[in-house]
């Protein structure tokens, strides 16, 4: 039997990594969200480890606004979404990786206000400013809910690339002028590794083995009486 080498992608469940933005009320914040009716969120995201971070999240075309939902926690209420997606209206949140990720899931909480858009569409792509592929259309509800994403793929650089990276974007629509208020994005991945396996031969057989008799002695390769089991030294019969 023969085995060939094989690359393997091995999970190490024991280190799993996320990007978190909750825009709790964190004035020593490098980026901040404020506005002149609410309040002020922390527009930076909370990695659990170096190697796997997101970097502050882009609005475009939209008016945000932070509104306390918890105590040091706010939810922003975000307005001027169109009725069809397009590429002037958007959220963008991008991460980086320094070694490979596997990025198990994306959960985003949010819901419609008052003439809120109805649908979210979520897009995603690895190594791409602007993605276009599309990974979820769905219903916004009245309530917080989360809408989860799972099975994203590997985030990883290319051999011109000194990292990796992604890029999400959320395009709430079909609605009529109210606002979209989302509360926590959160991305879960799991570092990935390379590992070979030698290639593996069995051992060789090569002609007719030689055979003994029962007191340890070679016999020659000739037809006759005994009963001889090859390559090993075993009790004969005449």
């Known amino acids: 039997m023969k085995w060939t080498l094989l690359s393997l992608l091995l999970p190490i469940w024991v280190s799993g990594q996320s990007i978190t933005y ?7 914040c490098a980026s ?6 609410g309040c002020t969120a922390c527009n930076s995201a909370v990695n659990t480890q170096g190697q796997f971070s997101g970097t502050d999240v882009a609005w475009l075309g939209v ?3 932070p509104h306390p939902f918890a105590l040091g926690d706010n939810t922003l209420f975000t307005y001027g979404w169109p009725a069809i997606p397009n590429e002037e209206h958007a959220v963008l949140v991008s ?5 490979p990720v596997r990025i198990d899931s994306l959960v985003i909480r949010h819901r419609t206000g008052p003439d809120g858009p109805q649908r979210l569409r979520v897009r995603f792509g690895v190594n791409e400013t602007m993605p276009a592929t599309e990974i979820a259309d769905a219903a916004v509800q009245t309530e917080f809910a989360r809408t989860v ?3 994203l793929g590997t985030v990883e650089a290319t051999p011109q690339m000194v990292y990796g990276f992604f890029n999400v974007v959320l ?3 079909m609605g009529e002028g109210g606002p979209w208020e989302l509360d926590e994005i959160r991305i879960v991945g799991t570092p990935v590794t390379m590992t070979a396996i030698e290639e593996v031969a069995g051992i060789p057989r090569s002609g007719k083995a030689q055979r003994y008799d ?5 016999e020659p390769s000739r037809p006759d009486q005994l009963l001889y089991i090859d390559g090993t030294r075993r009790v004969v019969l005449r």
């Open 22 to 28: 909750q825009w709790l009320n964190e004035p020593s």
């Open 32 to 37: 901040l969200l404020s506005c002149d009716t």
């Open 63 to 65: 008016d945000v606004c």
């Open 95 to 99: 991460g980086i990786a320094f070694s």
């Open 149 to 151: 994403i799972t099975d």
């Open 171 to 173: 395009q709430p629509y």
């Open 214 to 218: 029962a007191a340890g002695r070679m």
